[in-house]
């Protein structure tokens, strides 16, 4: 089966850039989705197809991929971005879905 | 405006049969492409896929819980139902039904004990 591994926690200071990454076989051929949780609350995607933001998501937030590996990068991070942060995508035919471990991201 | 909404019993016993409802509205599940989820959380711990109904009624199931799961819909009353047998404990999880990536439901905590 197929598996996207991320770092557990990610801690940066108001201001700084956050770089969360998520590793996996299928991501040179799938696409990459990055959600934000909150707790208590349901996932909301930030990310759309590797590096596309929907509407209404910060300009600070931005996805790119490079191999087998894709960046979620918040820059200027503030304290309402403090939340824990899952990437996802598909099996190699595009039909079943994968989600990483998520990444806790403390903003200090 | 697309909503969805889970619901469903908050505690099951161990060995029960669980069954719960996606409503949802905004959209046709008979739209050619569209697609619908379900997603469990269990308590502090990662997202897992469990399954997906498509407009055209194929269905898909995450292959370790496949044997258990079964995935419908009443395309008229706008509604996907997702049925797991034999739940277990470590069963217990926050269920989502959403559109992914766009649209997610609240989710419904179901907790599994005797």
């Known amino acids: 089966s197929y598996e996207l591994t991320q770092p557990p926690s990610v801690s940066v200071s108001p201001g700084q850039t956050a770089r969360i990454t998520c590793s996996g076989d299928?991501?040179?051929?799938?696409?990459a989705y990055w959600y934000q949780q909150k707790p208590g609350q349901a996932p909301v995607v930030v990310i759309h197809?590797?590096?596309e933001r929907p509407s209404g998501i910060p300009e600070r937030f931005s996805g790119s991929g490079s191999g087998t590996t894709v960046t979620l990068t918040i820059s200027g991070v503030q304290a309402e971005d403090e939340a824990d942060y899952y990437c996802q995508s598909t099996d190699i035919i595009g039909t079943s879905v994968i989600f990483g471990g998520g990444t806790k991201l403390t903003v200090l | 405006q697309v909503t969805l909404k889970e619901s469903g019993p908050a505690l099951v016993k161990p060995t029960q049969t669980l069954t719960l409802t996606c409503t949802f509205s905004g959209f046709s599940l008979s739209t050619h492409g569209m697609r619908l989820s379900w997603i469990r959380q269990p308590p502090g711990k990662a997202l897992e896929w469990l399954s997906h109904i498509y407009w055209d009624d194929d269905k898909l199931y995450t292959t370790s819980l496949e044997t258990r799961l079964t995935i419908s819909k009443d395309t008229s009353k706008n509604q996907v139902v997702l049925t797991m047998t034999n739940m277990d404990p470590v069963d217990t999880a926050t269920y989502y039904c959403?559109?992914?990536?766009?649209?997610w439901g609240q989710g419904t905590l179901v907790t599994v004990s005797s």
């Open positions: 197809q590797d590096n």
């Open positions: 299928v991501l040179p051929n799938q696409y």
């Open positions: 959403a559109r992914i990536p766009d649209y």
